[in-house]
Nanobody, 114 residues
Protein backbone atom coordinates (compact mmCIF):
# COMPACT_ATOMS: atom_id res chain seq x y z
CA UNK A 1 0.00 0.00 0.00
CA UNK A 2 1.32 3.43 -0.96
CA UNK A 3 0.11 6.69 0.53
CA UNK A 4 0.77 10.15 -0.86
CA UNK A 5 0.39 13.14 1.43
CA UNK A 6 0.30 16.69 0.09
CA UNK A 7 1.04 19.81 2.10
CA UNK A 8 1.63 23.49 1.49
CA UNK A 9 -1.70 24.67 0.15
CA UNK A 10 -3.42 27.76 1.42
CA UNK A 11 -4.71 31.23 0.63
CA UNK A 12 -2.48 33.66 -1.23
CA UNK A 13 -2.97 36.92 -3.06
CA UNK A 14 -2.53 37.15 -6.81
CA UNK A 15 1.14 37.43 -7.69
CA UNK A 16 2.19 35.50 -4.63
CA UNK A 17 3.94 32.16 -4.25
CA UNK A 18 3.33 28.80 -2.65
CA UNK A 19 5.37 25.60 -2.47
CA UNK A 20 3.54 22.30 -2.43
CA UNK A 21 5.13 19.11 -1.16
CA UNK A 22 4.09 15.50 -1.55
CA UNK A 23 5.69 12.69 0.40
CA UNK A 24 5.15 9.00 -0.28
CA UNK A 25 4.92 6.49 2.53
CA UNK A 26 4.08 2.83 2.99
CA UNK A 27 5.36 0.16 0.62
CA UNK A 28 7.27 2.73 -1.39
CA UNK A 29 9.74 2.29 -4.18
CA UNK A 30 11.09 4.32 -7.05
CA UNK A 31 8.30 5.84 -9.06
CA UNK A 32 8.55 6.28 -12.80
CA UNK A 33 6.56 9.50 -12.87
CA UNK A 34 5.61 11.85 -10.09
CA UNK A 35 3.57 14.94 -10.63
CA UNK A 36 0.77 17.31 -9.86
CA UNK A 37 -2.76 17.63 -11.17
CA UNK A 38 -5.44 20.11 -10.19
CA UNK A 39 -9.20 20.33 -10.23
CA UNK A 40 -11.02 23.62 -10.11
CA UNK A 41 -14.70 23.82 -9.10
CA UNK A 42 -16.91 22.58 -11.91
CA UNK A 43 -13.97 21.51 -14.05
CA UNK A 44 -12.19 18.27 -14.86
CA UNK A 45 -8.92 17.31 -13.25
CA UNK A 46 -6.01 18.49 -15.38
CA UNK A 47 -2.28 17.97 -15.57
CA UNK A 48 -0.14 20.69 -14.01
CA UNK A 49 3.37 19.23 -14.12
CA UNK A 50 5.13 15.88 -14.11
CA UNK A 51 8.70 14.69 -13.83
CA UNK A 52 10.09 11.31 -14.78
CA UNK A 53 12.64 9.42 -12.72
CA UNK A 54 15.31 10.60 -15.19
CA UNK A 55 14.39 14.25 -14.73
CA UNK A 56 12.29 14.94 -17.82
CA UNK A 57 9.69 17.56 -16.97
CA UNK A 58 6.41 18.43 -18.60
CA UNK A 59 4.16 21.38 -17.82
CA UNK A 60 0.71 22.56 -18.74
CA UNK A 61 0.93 25.57 -21.04
CA UNK A 62 -0.95 27.69 -18.52
CA UNK A 63 1.77 27.31 -15.87
CA UNK A 64 4.96 27.32 -17.94
CA UNK A 65 7.39 29.92 -16.70
CA UNK A 66 5.57 30.26 -13.37
CA UNK A 67 5.60 26.78 -11.81
CA UNK A 68 8.57 24.48 -11.27
CA UNK A 69 8.38 20.80 -10.39
CA UNK A 70 11.21 19.00 -8.66
CA UNK A 71 11.78 15.61 -7.07
CA UNK A 72 13.86 14.16 -4.28
CA UNK A 73 14.02 10.54 -5.36
CA UNK A 74 15.88 9.45 -2.25
CA UNK A 75 13.03 10.76 -0.09
CA UNK A 76 10.24 9.82 -2.55
CA UNK A 77 9.05 13.40 -2.48
CA UNK A 78 7.87 15.75 -5.19
CA UNK A 79 7.55 19.53 -4.95
CA UNK A 80 5.74 22.21 -6.89
CA UNK A 81 7.03 25.76 -6.60
CA UNK A 82 4.28 28.11 -7.74
CA UNK A 83 5.16 31.72 -8.46
CA UNK A 84 3.11 34.49 -10.01
CA UNK A 85 -0.11 32.86 -8.88
CA UNK A 86 -3.32 33.92 -10.58
CA UNK A 87 -6.95 33.57 -9.45
CA UNK A 88 -7.43 30.96 -12.19
CA UNK A 89 -4.87 28.77 -10.41
CA UNK A 90 -7.38 28.26 -7.62
CA UNK A 91 -8.03 24.53 -7.34
CA UNK A 92 -7.45 21.41 -5.32
CA UNK A 93 -3.97 20.17 -6.21
CA UNK A 94 -3.38 16.43 -6.24
CA UNK A 95 -0.11 14.57 -6.07
CA UNK A 96 0.26 11.69 -8.51
CA UNK A 97 2.80 8.88 -8.69
CA UNK A 98 3.09 6.03 -11.16
CA UNK A 99 4.88 2.70 -11.04
CA UNK A 100 2.82 -0.08 -12.62
CA UNK A 101 -0.16 1.45 -10.78
CA UNK A 102 -1.29 5.05 -10.40
CA UNK A 103 -1.44 6.53 -6.92
CA UNK A 104 -3.16 9.73 -5.82
CA UNK A 105 -3.01 11.91 -2.76
CA UNK A 106 -6.13 13.38 -1.16
CA UNK A 107 -5.37 16.88 -2.39
CA UNK A 108 -4.52 20.26 -0.96
CA UNK A 109 -6.53 23.40 -1.63
CA UNK A 110 -4.87 26.42 -3.20
CA UNK A 111 -6.91 29.62 -3.23
CA UNK A 112 -5.64 32.69 -5.04
CA UNK A 113 -7.47 35.92 -4.29
CA UNK A 114 -7.58 38.83 -6.73
Amino acid sequence: QVQLAESGGGLVQAGGSLRLSCAASGNIFSFNNMGWYRQAPGKQRELVATETSSGIRDYAESVKGRFTISRDNAKHTVFLQMNGLKPEDTAVYYCNAIRYLTYWGKGTLVTVSS
